[in-house]
């Protein structure tokens, strides 16, 4: 096949998709800056930022079942880009509050549930969207070319949104998000998607319980959502709550800034092999390479306030990033490939939920754990734990044998 007819660039609906995607992102990654900083320029609390960030989060992980469920009853199109316009104004509201004088934390506590909401509605959908504007050849480079957009705007709106709160305050940085998301929505907009084929009239909870029959029809799928679980569930607090003070007081707190720089490039050379590279067993080498990820919190462990000790953590960092982003390839272009157009919308949202629900549960428990333990060696106790988790997944027949269809040929599914 020729190879300018497999690129995905090459299809103008999902040229908007990949451009809407990438904006979306550099938005969603001033929003969290800005918004921390203007509750702490009011005046609020260490806790009451916390309640924010939890408000924000909890309304993410609930909203979105029911935007699963909804992504696969309407145009996925069409909801994505009127829940990303209602996140834009979301955000402008706060935006006029902070410039105007009159946003209070409470505001922006409600501001913050709004916004998780909106946002989350359109991730499933965002998501299931990727086969239905490429073709079969065009799918394995479509989700790792919408996935690389995302880490690209993501990096790009971090790093713009500390200087956006320097120049011209959280205010004006909100008011930026608000139009790039504007502009994402309009990108969504400009996209033609058709309803997916199936029932309309059955209920939230059944369309759920569907969705989650879909899951435990596959076991690579519901083994691996237990694996990203407990991945989750130890990982999150040893990167948000140990690694900073670990790092911090071994190497400083530049070196922790540095540390995450290094972990978003492995991201971001995972995106750039994956262009690329097309292993026929994509979990098994996402799985593989996902072992990857346990370099991290080992490195943080056996830091050391020397040189030699930078260069190990970021290069932990880098395999980090590197790793998840290969598995998190293999992944999508997986269920794109194996679940039911129909369904896609609510697998994606059960897999938002299974990946992210415990993550609460990890930030609180990680500082009493690891109290008890010592922080480094709880840190060798999450390295050991992702490695564990890597194998007893690679010991599963379905992770192993599946393979990637390449357009002409069938996905072939092994039994657990």
């Given at each position: 096949m020729n190879e300018s007819k497999a690129s995905p660039l090459t299809s103008v609906p999902f040229r908007w998709l990949l451009g809407g995607t990438t904006i979306q992102s550099l938005g969603a990654g001033i929003a969290p800056v800005a918004l921390a900083f203007a509750v702490l320029d009011l005046g609020g609390s260490a806790q009451e930022l916390g309640l924010v960030i939890a408000l924000y989060a909890?309304?993410?992980?609930?909203?979105?079942?029911?935007?699963?469920?909804?992504?696969?009853?309407?145009?996925?199109?069409?909801?994505?880009?009127?829940a990303t316009a209602g996140s834009g104004l979301v955000q402008l509201i706060a935006a006029a509050g902070l410039i105007g004088g009159w946003a209070t934390i409470p505001l922006l506590g409600a501001i913050g549930v709004a916004g998780g909401c909106a946002t989350a509605l359109a991730v499933p959908s965002s998501r299931a969207l990727i086969g239905q504007t490429v073709n079969d050849a065009q799918l394995a480079g479509a989700v790792a070319s919408r996935r690389l957009g995302q880490n690209v705007g993501m990096i790009m709106g971090t790093g713009l949104a500390g200087m956006l709160v320097v120049w011209i305050g959280s205010g004006w940085a909100l008011a930026v998000d608000a139009a790039a998301l504007g502009i994402a929505a309009w990108c969504f907009s400009r996209l033609r998607a058709e309803r997916p084929t199936g029932s309309t009239d059955e209920s939230m909870l059944r369309g759920l319980t569907e969705g989650a029959r879909e899951v435990f029809r596959h076991a690579w799928l519901w083994l691996l959502l237990l694996q990203a679980l407990i991945y989750h569930l130890f990982f999150g607090g040893a990167q948000a709550v140990l690694g900073p003070i670990v790092i911090g007081e071994t190497l400083g707190r530049d070196a922790w800034g540095w540390g995450l720089a290094a972990m978003m490039t492995g991201f971001?050379?995972?995106?750039?092999?994956?262009?690329?590279?097309?292993?026929?067993?994509?979990?098994?080498?996402?799985?593989?390479?996902l072992i990857l990820t346990a370099a991290f919190p080992f490195a943080m462990a056996y830091a050391s306030p020397t040189a030699a000790g930078l260069a190990v953590l970021l290069a932990g960092a880098f395999a980090h990033g590197f790793g998840l982003e290969i598995f998190s390839v293999g992944w999508d272009l997986s269920i794109q490939q194996n679940i039911a157009e129909d369904k896609l919308a609510r697998v994606y949202a059960l897999d938002q939920v299974g990946s992210y629900v415990a993550r609460p549960v990890g930030l609180a428990l990680t500082a009493p754990v690891a109290a008890l333990t010592g922080f480094r060696p709880w840190l060798v106790v999450v390295g050991a734990v992702i490695v564990a988790s890597c194998l007893a997944a690679l010991a599963v027949p379905s992770v192993r044998r599946l393979r990637c269809r390449t357009g002409t040929g069938e996905v072939t599914e092994a039994r657990l």
């Open positions: 909890a309304a993410d992980v609930i909203t979105s079942l029911f935007g699963g469920w909804l992504g696969d009853r309407i145009p996925r199109s069409r909801l994505v880009a009127l971001l050379t995972g995106g750039l092999v994956s262009l690329r590279w097309r292993p026929q067993r994509p979990l098994l080498a996402g799985v593989a390479l």
